[in-house]
């Protein structure tokens, strides 16, 4: 398993009764930045750095696309192949950012979709438009020559 970050806390180790009631004192709560994080990827997949990144419905990571059932996670921070059965890989995904993709081409995003949600056409492509499955891609914050820039 890839790990995100050299600071990532543990969470506690099992969760009893102790503590898992509601607080009557400080805790010191185990956290992490959630900016990078590791994600199991779908059997035989693989998955290009820079592209979107989707969580299908069994959990599992796969290319950004226009599927039935798929929610954008983030952003491939590299390529990442998984030759083997669902889990047995990861791929780092980046969140909370705004990234760059391609403006599609049959339905542009324009100034008029600014801080609406825009959809996934592929990786690396979004529309105005919601398409066959209206997966959201995110929130489009800005449009430049280099294309639509999409907070996720």
């Known amino acids: 398993m890839i790990l995100a970050s050299d600071t990532v806390l543990p ?3 099992a969760m009893t009764e102790e503590n898992i ?3 009557t004192a400080d805790r010191n709560t185990p956290s992490r930045d959630g900016e990078l994080v590791a994600v199991p990827m779908a059997a035989s997949t693989t998955i290009y750095g820079g ?3 989707g969580k299908n ?3 599992y990571t796969v ?3 226009d599927v039935a059932g ?3 996670v983030g952003v491939a921070d590299g390529y990442a192949h998984n030759s083997g059965d669902a889990g047995d890989e990861d791929v780092l995904v980046r969140r909370k950012r705004a990234f760059c993709f391609a403006n ?3 339905n542009p995003c324009t100034v008029a979709h600014l801080f609406t949600s825009v959809y996934v056409v592929d990786e690396g492509t979004v529309s105005s438009d919601g398409g ?3 997966i959201v891609a995110g929130k489009m914050l800005a449009l430049d020559d280099a294309g639509v820039i999409v907070e996720i």
Do not use: E, Q, Y
Request: hydrophobic share 45%.
């Open 11 to 13: 969470c506690p180790s």
């Open 51 to 53: 592209g979107m990144v």
């Open 21 to 23: 009631m509601a607080l």
């Open 104 to 106: 599609d081409a049959t």
């Open 70 to 72: 798929l929610t954008i």
């Open 63 to 65: 290319p950004g696309a």
């Open 132 to 134: 066959t499955n209206s």
């Open 57 to 59: 419905a069994a959990g």
